[in-house]
């Protein structure tokens, strides 16, 4: 059976976000809590990332990551190189860009290396937080196939993305 692990963003995902409703879905998602969301260190978060991934059969392991919780998921894996099943990669957010003004530390520059595993990337085309051309040049920069669900916003609660059926549907895709 897959194990999900929930990877959000900066300040965690609220009640009405898709990851807590994808979370409270089935008793094999699990949320990885971090110790600081407001602040976040990069090394802090894929720390607590592989803490929780060697818990479970890598075989069967699927990271949920959303906005920052992608660039988390990116400096995990060419960390640590370990072969997880899969990951999907849901409005990553351009740590790079000058708009990205949150105190995060050592996000940026984010990797432009091809992940060592099957990844695919949901992006939006008037997010905020990255555009769908950046988006697109990290899905190919990390080997991710990419999924543009058009007008989405950052594909959170706030654009209206709670109970997320698609999500899942594109979640479970990934085997």
């Known amino acids: 059976m897959n194990q999900y692990l929930i990877v959000p963003g900066l300040g965690n995902s609220g009640p009405e976000h898709w990851q807590t409703f994808f979370e409270q879905s089935a008793n094999n998602f699990h ?19 592989d803490t929780m991934v060697v818990q479970y059969d890598p075989a069967n392991t699927i990271l949920i990551g959303h906005s920052l919780g992608c660039a988390t998921i990116v400096h995990w894996a060419l960390k640590y190189n370990r072969k997880i099943k899969a990951a999907l990669l849901v409005a990553p957010s351009d740590v790079d860009a000058p ?36 988006a697109t040049f990290f899905a190919g920069q990390w080997g991710s196939d990419i999924i543009n669900i058009g007008e989405a916003g950052h594909i959170n609660a706030v654009s209206g993305y709670g109970p997320w059926k698609e999500g899942l549907s594109i979640l479970h895709s990934l085997g």
Not at 33 to 46: G, M
Not at 120 to 127: F, I, K, R, T, W
């Open 31 to 49: 949320r990885i809590l971090q110790k600081e969301w407001d602040a976040p260190d990069c090394n802090d978060w894929i720390s607590t990332v």
């Open 99 to 134: 708009v990205y003004t949150f105190p995060a530390t050592g996000f940026a520059p984010l990797p432009l290396q091809k992940l060592p595993f099957k990844t695919l990337m949901v992006a939006s085309s008037n997010d905020h937080w990255v555009s769908i051309e950046r």
